[in-house]
């Protein structure tokens, strides 16, 4: 367990250090190249190249630049990097100077959840274990909870002026960020594996994985299995790993979502075998995303569950883009009355309409996601929306007609 | 050296003024904000593309070379 | 020259320079209140906004010029620069001054919009709402018609018009409405 500690404490530096070594002194080129050559991809949901963002950061920088290590974790379903926060904060930390050095920041900045107290006490708690010069260049930033609340620009943005609401890009935070510096937002625990690769080498991290994949992550499982939680995998695992290492399954799955709520649907048939990793998983039109493994019961409504979630994320907006605010509203509202089989005559056509409309009309990236698990689930719950438009649900079994006593 | 329509989505408010002045590029959705049919301006419509620029009355829409991708042209705004 | 045509010329001009500033005040409140039609768009609207508002600066030009070379009134032009500095009607006269300088504000931040951006622009363009008054007063206290029928009747119908609109704008609903926001999530969500 390289990243998530079996143990409830967070681990002190002693004990890191005897367990990894002390901080690899190599120079920012080099940490660049290994984290380039290592092919590790960002794990807050996007999967953009690691080292690239480093280094178009660095290519920006004369020495004033920002590291934020972003914890916020908004999607509901992930519990990873809270969990890595609270058990391995100095693994996070080390990324996080590591990534300083590469970059020619002399702020760092944690953005961590509100709501994830364990994770914000546990990196206090290292922070102060670690040197005067560390802790004068570190600081703890508490994210208001929210979906979008950890998007890179609304975290840029609450930082540099206490609103977490996302802002116009261009330009992006690696060309101006926090106080108009080159800024680099990087996912929590791609800056704990940035930290691994620096001690190991890059060839060590590509030697992990299963199949044609390279290299270890987290996921957060849920749903109908024995054992939620927070798993450390190798990439390339299957769902059918994934699912015994929880314990196995309660009761029949019929679809899984994968990535979180900007990821997407998928037959738990058809998928059991395919590698989780970013690859493969975008060829066949899903997304790894921020690792988030959900197992749908069979005897749970798929539209049911999307209105839920369509509902969660039309009240998670901004609200400063109309397609987004009425887009994703109209959207929620739609689903819902589908989901209580209330719909009126053009639901169904008016969401796969609307689905099709809204993706890259926000100032974010909110609605695309929203519409992109809105569109996996027209897909793989077909039936079962065709069915509600019709006023019948195919999950829950009609009561039989009674004959008239 | 064509120039391509770009938006501030956050400052648009859904007027539709450009969509009156450039249908050919600018269409509008349920509620009113735009949908581009393409960001792309053929030269015969350059004059219209200038002017729905200036009729937005909240600024959102400029026209900018596509090699400027990164030049900060707008101040980064969030709705107040 | 001879003083009677200037001097018609200053209060013809000033009039028809009331008209027009009215008819631009009452495009802005349709502008703002996003009226249109099948064969009337916001953009013919926000076009005569404009368009009339330069041709108001024509006239109004024509009525402080004409104003300041007439021997009659021995205005000179510092009356017309400086606010209540002349002697001829020095309250009602210097209204004028100020209304005009209002305006000019408005307009050079409208004209130079992209320099001066949407926020500075809006807040001058508040202003309009003190520009126009100020230039109605200023035309009953100077002016020596407003007691003709014709004249009242313009006054009446510039006042009466613009009355209702800021009545329409101030009384109707919020003109996005037809978009029903939809109502927010139980849980509000924070931001800061």
Known sequence: MELITLGPDAEGLATHRQRLGPLPGMPADQLIAELEASGLLGRGGAGFPVGRKWRSVAERSSGGAVVLANGAEGEPLSLKDRSLMAGRPHLVIDGALLAARAVGADDIIFYVGTEHRAAEAALRGALAERPADVRGRARIVQAPAGYVTGEESAAVHFVDSGDARPTTTPPRPFERGVRGRPTLVQNVESLALAALIARRGHA???????GQAHGMGLITVSGA?????????ELGSSLA??????GGLRGDVEAVLLGGYFGGWALA??????????HTMRAQGLAFGCGVVHFLAARTCGVEATARIMAYLASQSARQCGPCLFGLGAIAAANRRLAGKTPQADDLERLIRWSGQLAGRGGCRHPDGAVGLLQSALTVFADDFAAHQRRRCLTIAEPARVAVA | MGETLRIDRIRCDGHGLCAELLPELIGLDD????IFKAVAVPAHLMEHARRAVDACPVLALRLARPASETAPTTRVTAKT | MNDTILWYATRGAGIVSLILLTGVVLLGIVSAMRWQTASWPRFLTTGFHRNLALATLIFLSLHVVTAVVDPFTALGWNA????????YRRFWLGLGVVAIYLLLAIVLTSLLRPIFGHRAWRTVHWLSYAMWPVAVIHGIGTGTDPWFAWMLAIEALCIGGVVAAVAWRVGRVAPTAWRQIPTASPRAQKWS
């Open chain 3, 80 to 87: 017309a620069l400086v606010p209540f500095s002349s002697s």
């Open chain 1, 225 to 233: 299995v024995s054992h939620a939680g927070v798993q450390e995998i």
């Open chain 1, 269 to 278: 048939d058809e998928q059991w075998r395919m590698p989780l990793e970013p």
């Open chain 1, 204 to 210: 060590w991290y590509r030697s992990l994985g299963r």
């Open chain 2, 31 to 34: 509620w009113g904000y735009p």
């Open chain 1, 241 to 246: 790993d994934v699912a015994a290492a929880a």
